[in-house]
Structure formats: C-alpha cells, structure tokens
C-alpha cells in the first residue's frame, strides 16, 4: 500500500443534507431529495438536499429553491442571468420583489426559509448521494436550473 491508497479522493466532497436523508442512507434506502440553493452567481452556489418531508414541513416549493440577494446596482445583475431579461429597475427594490412576484420584508437580508437550516446539519459522501439518489453531475445541475428563484429579502405567504 502506498501513500495514494488512503489520500481522500478530491472530487469526493460531501454533501450537506437534512438529518432524515442521512437517517435514510445509513439504512441504504433509495432517496429523493430536494435542492435547497443558496446562490452567489448562476454557476456558483451552495447545494443543500431536502427530504420531502422537510419540503412539506418549511413549504419550501417542490421543485426545490434557489435563494439570491438583488444585486446593489445594476452593473452586479450580471452574476445571474435570469435577472438581466427582467429590466429590473434595482433603484426602485419594491417593484423588483413585485415583478419576481414576492413580498419584500424589512430585512433585505432576511431567508425566507431560515427554519430550513435547523435541519441541515449532516454530511454526506458525495459518491453515496449519487448512488442512492440516482442523481449525477448531468441531472444535479438540470435540478438547481429548476428550482424556483427567491430572493433574500422576500416574505413566504
């Protein structure tokens, strides 16, 4: 054996998932999880993955959801996409939150589904996820376009 054989594999990384996810693993049962996105630009945030009990539980939307924060001008709208095609006026936050069709809180910085982290709190082996889950990098990524967008900010009604 040599040194390589125990060095931890790089694209392994783990996966932040719900406790029930992991209760369901450790069992070796099929999972379906959930994305719950936290996003820094179009191609760069943080994945997180929800039973569907969580879902129900946060009422988080079905097909999962990513969270962004607005940007602070319009030259930052250019780290996603899907804002550019909306003409949003950043001057004017207000009518931003109603064109996406959300209610603006007092605190811009607010997450609408705070709650849901309480329950993130367990790791799983990347390799593992995608077996039991049926996901690959392919589908993952089709999953996070899916998601509905929330902006940080919004109010859940």
């Given at each position: ?12 990384k783990?996966v ?13 049962v099929?999972?379906?999880?959930v ?6 630009t179009?191609d ?6 929800l039973?569907?009990g969580?879902?129900?539980k ?6 999962g959801v ?10 930052g ?9 909306l ?36 790791y ?13 990098p ?14 940080f ?5």
């Amino acid at each position: 054996m040599n040194r390589y054989d125990t060095a931890p594999d790089p694209f392994n990384k783990p996966v932040k998932v719900c406790r029930h996810l992991k209760e369901k693993v450790d069992r070796k049962v099929k999972i379906d999880p959930v994305p719950y996105v936290i996003g820094i630009t179009d191609d760069y945030y943080t994945c997180s993955w929800l039973c569907m009990g969580c879902i129900e539980k946060y009422k988080v939307p079905k097909q999962g959801v990513f969270l962004f924060h607005l940007p602070a001008s319009d030259d930052g709208d250019e780290h996603f996409v899907f804002l550019r095609n909306l003409n949003l006026d950043l001057s004017d936050i207000e009518s931003c939150f109603d064109i996406l069709g959300f209610k603006k809180a007092d605190n811009l910085n607010n997450n609408p589904f705070e709650a849901i982290e309480g329950e993130l709190t367990v790791y799983l082996d990347l390799n593992t996820f995608f077996l039991l889950s049926g996901i690959t990098p392919t589908i993952n990524d089709a999953y996070v376009r899916e998601t509905l967008r929330v902006p940080f900010g919004s109010i859940l009604m």
